[in-house]
């Protein structure tokens, strides 16, 4: 499974409900699903990011962690590989065309390419977390 894909998985389980069959991003060098890339999969509900994330973020025992701005702390919670290594897959499959080797430049783009592709996938995503 794409890291994007398992992000949706995580985020659907945590409320309960089945993640969209294909989601919007497929992985880089696979055949386009159902929804070409960029078009919306048809989700068959609409899951509160940003509550499930909250109430992850009450519920660890690390602290300080921002999802809101931060790929590495979402992924975190999510219980997800956030290495520099998982960051550059999740990079690729979201086709990043900046230097990976700017973590920070690269970070940013991929939290703000994430809560778009949540929201196309049937997530609700605050309007001020897309890009």
Known sequence: ????????????????????ASPAAPASGSAPGPAPAGQPAAPS??????AIMDKLTAQSS???LDWRHSIVDMMKL????????????????????G?????????????GQVMTKLAQNGGKVPSDLMH
Request: proline share 5%.
């Open 99 to 111: 230097n990976m080797n700017d973590s920070a430049s690269m970070n940013i783009w991929l939290h």
């Open 1 to 20: 499974m794409s890291i994007f894909g398992t992000i949706v998985s995580a985020i659907f389980h945590h409320a309960g409900s089945p993640p969209p």
């Open 45 to 50: 509900s609409t899951v509160d990011v940003a």
């Open 62 to 64: 690390e602290k300080g």
């Open 78 to 97: 999510l219980n997800l590989d956030s290495s520099l290594h998982a960051r550059k897959e999740l990079a690729q499959e979201l086709h990043y065309s």
